[in-house]
């Protein structure tokens, strides 16, 4: 029988009945940076921790087995596993980006990766006739689904169709999602990428990024340059980001309910001017995630009617923190204006709907009732405050 994912974020199958390690149940932090050899010609298999690690490793499998990957690779965060990736293409090589993507990849395409010669076309994945955009250049298409912040809902399979039959390659940032909801791989993707800072890791305390393929051709080319380059996870990173994951399943079980929560109690504010959470029947996106995720996630994103209003916001909440970042166990709050989008062109930002009157939460599992409790007295004062006196 095919083991859950929730039994897959705590063991490992190809470990199960070893008591290697004296049997300990967490895996050990190996904390060496080079290993010792028997003799001239004999390795125990690892010879340099940039190039491999045990506890590094064991992590990597995890992921890998998460993603239904056969290999994964751990890097000292998302942006450093995205910018790795990078350099499996070359100048002259075009790539077909979604508009709406997290901003430090927004900011890697157009400032690095363009000056190193590769050619991105921004289209909305999630609208777009992809195939329209494929030129005999192009080599792969980026995406994220749900997109960051707006929630668009792009249909992998139907994208892994095009790619496939053009030869090209569908890489999927599946952070929103984790593992736990959504798996790129199986639908298609040929690579998929993580900030394991978010919801692997969990508990905002952490930087990690991963790779994962089943592609053993792909995996080649990254295994060489991730021991190239240099960006592997640190050992005890590794540990926390392990740690982290045994609580995946109960962690986005409980974030997402508190989020269908939140996101029905933001409909009935008269302040709030949409809420876009791909769980809400009424979300453009909803029936395709049903059909290739196993839940919508904690990730929601709404207006209300002016910027006065969206700081007043951000200035009052206490348990709620202001802060950047997603997928913590604690709920934040964030302005992409001025945050995760700030070096993302304005004219890009608008049309991608990003308007100075967007906030972005990141649900944690506190107490659904504490949340909406402190999202109403922050909406009521604010209320006061805004229209003097006067309940809108
Ligand atoms: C945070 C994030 C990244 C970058 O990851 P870091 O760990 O912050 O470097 C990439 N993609 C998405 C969707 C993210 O949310």
């Known amino acids: 029988m095919e083991r859950s994912i929730e039994t897959k974020c705590l063991h490992l199958e190809e470990t199960e009945g070893s008591t290697a390690n004296y049997g300990a149940i967490s895996y050990p932090i190996y904390q060496t940076a080079t290993y010792a050899h028997e003799g001239v010609g004999k390795s125990t298999g690892y010879d340099y921790s940039r190039l491999q690690n045990p506890t590094r490793e064991h992590l990597e499998k995890v992921v890998a087995s998460l993603e239904n990957g ?40 157009r400032n690095i990766s363009e000056k ?28 994220e689904t749900p997109t960051n912040p707006m929630m668009h809902v792009t249909d992998i399979a139907k994208v892994a169709e095009i790619t496939k039959n053009s030869g090209i390659i569908l890489i999927v940032d599946n952070t929103f ?29 952490t930087l990690a990024g991963f790779l994962v393929t089943k592609n053993p051709e792909i995996a080649e080319k990254l295994r060489f ?6 960006a592997g996870l640190a050992p005890f990173d590794s540990w926390l980001i392990l740690r982290g994951i045994k609580t995946l399943g109960i962690r986005m079980e409980k974030s997402q309910e508190n989020a269908l929560k939140i996101a029905e109690w933001l409909k009935l504010q008269k302040s709030v001017t949409s809420v876009i959470y791909p769980g809400l029947l009424e979300h453009s996106g909803h029936e395709i995630m049903k059909k290739q995720a196993r839940g919508f996630g904690a990730m929601l994103t709404f207006s209300v009617k002016n910027k006065a209003f969206a700081f007043s916001i951000l200035e009052k909440v206490r348990m709620i923190k202001f802060a950047e970042s997603l997928g ?26 990003i308007t100075d009157s967007i906030l972005r939460l ?31």
Do not use: W
């Not at 010669?117 to 792969?140: H, L, Q, V, W």
């Not at 993302?344 to 709907?353: A, D, H, L, S, T």
């Open 116 to 143: 190193n010669g590769i050619r991105f076309s921004n289209i909305d994945c999630y609208r777009e006739n992809i195939e329209n955009f494929i030129t005999p250049e192009t080599k792969a298409v980026y995406i």
């Open 362 to 392: 990141s649900v944690g599992i506190e107490n659904s009732d504490d949340l909406i409790y402190e999202l109403e007295k922050v909406f009521r004062e604010t209320e006061r405050e805004l229209n003097g006196g006067e309940e809108s």
């Open 177 to 205: 999602m984790s593992p736990y909801f959504q798996n790129p791989l199986d639908l298609g993707a040929d690579i998929v990428v993580h900030s394991g800072t978010k919801f692997l890791g969990g508990h905002n305390d």
């Open 328 to 353: 913590g166990v604690e709920t934040l709050i964030t302005y992409p204006t001025t945050q995760t989008h700030a070096d993302v062109p304005q004219e890009i930002r608008e049309k991608n709907g």
């Open 225 to 230: 340059l991730i021991k190239t380059t240099g």
């Open 70 to 109: 056969t290999d994964g690779f751990a890097f000292s965060s998302g942006m450093a596993a995205i910018s790795l990736l990078m350099e499996l293409f070359k100048p002259g090589d075009h790539i077909i980006a979604d508009s709406d993507l997290y901003g430090g990849s927004i900011r890697l395409f």
